[in-house]
């Protein structure tokens, strides 16, 4: 049992380094064609950073990814804005499939669950600042671990849509209900965000540096949100990691089409040897 769950742990570090997936994993299709970058870019939907969303509407949106090895994740959002503030929640579910026990050969289940809520606003109205807090039950076979993780950020421009920054930090809280007897400690993430519109190119160039506590090194992520019409979006980055030196660990690329009140986004992750992560949006604004 105890080496089935070092494999689902090993399967969740090749992608996201972190044992605490939903709260870190890029879950919209635009996150996941961003590599997890676009920190400082405002984002329609909900972000990971809480400060990014930018809602006029209500919004519900729906988000589905198929992971290598079979893994699958499902992701309801709903966005709610009331005057100058917006208000946020979701619920996910990182599905890893029937594993098998590499001892006893007996077959199981394993489960993460999220559910998040959030706030955004503006400071001074020079800065956007958000928050988040999410609750996570895991389940491996009839072992159950949870916890409650806070999540803030910032983002702001210093001219309108031409150069912005933002900064997020993730993952601060604690476990229980722990696996086993071990008692895990939560790795918090920082993640530094930049972007900037070139002069002559209707796109956004963006870099991200994310820090995660106990890890050497940092991962380098970079890309570019390209609008070649109105109605469609490209997108396309890359993400790696540097210690001594820079280490290539995925490339992705996604696609939106927006007709009248609907937002459909394609995105696809490439993981190099791990394989490809694959993900569809579906937005509905009221």
């Not at 729906?62 to 946020?88: C, D, M, R, V, W």
């Not at 503006?122 to 600042?129: A, G, T």
């Not at 930090?169 to 071990?182: E, I, K």
């Not at 030196?245 to 696809?268: P, R, V, Y």
Request: aromatic share 12%.
């Amino acid at each position: 049992m105890y080496k089935s769950i070092l494999v689902i742990c090993m399967l969740t570090l090749c992608w996201m380094q972190s044992q605490y997936p939903l709260n870190s994993m890029p879950i919209t299709s635009r996150d996941l064609s961003f590599s997890g970058g676009g920190g400082a870019m405002e984002s329609k939907h909900i972000s990971l950073n809480p400060a990014n969303i930018v809602a006029k509407k209500k919004k519900f949106n729906f988000h589905t990814q198929l992971l290598p090895t079979g893994i699958s994740l499902l992701s309801l959002q709903a966005i709610y804005p009331k005057n100058e503030i917006i208000y946020f929640t979701s619920i996910s579910n990182l599905n890893f499939g029937t594993l098998k026990d590499g001892i006893t050969n007996d077959t199981f289940l394993a489960n993460d669950l999220m559910i998040m809520g959030g706030i955004k606003g503006r400071l001074f109205q020079m800065l956007s600042v958000g928050t988040s807090i999410s609750y996570t039950l895991s389940i491996i076979e009839s072992n159950i671990a949870q916890s409650i993780l806070f999540s803030g950020g910032i983002r702001t421009e210093i001219t309108e849509s031409q150069i912005g920054f933002g900064v997020t930090l993730r993952n601060l809280g604690f476990q229980f209900d722990n696996f086993g007897d071990t008692t895990e400690e939560i790795p918090y993430e920082y993640q530094f965000s930049g972007f900037m519109k070139p002069k002559h190119l209707p796109a956004l160039i963006f870099s991200d540096v994310i820090m995660e506590e106990k890890i050497d090194g940092y991962s380098l992520i970079t890309g570019m949100e390209f609008y070649p019409q109105d109605e469609l979006t490209l997108r396309i980055s890359n993400s790696g990691l540097i210690q001594n030196s820079f280490e290539i660990s995925s490339l992705a690329f996604g696609i939106q089409f927006n007709i009248k009140n609907w937002t459909i986004d394609l995105a696809s992750r490439n993981l190099i040897s791990a394989g490809f992560i694959n993900g569809i949006t579906l937005s509905k604004r009221f």
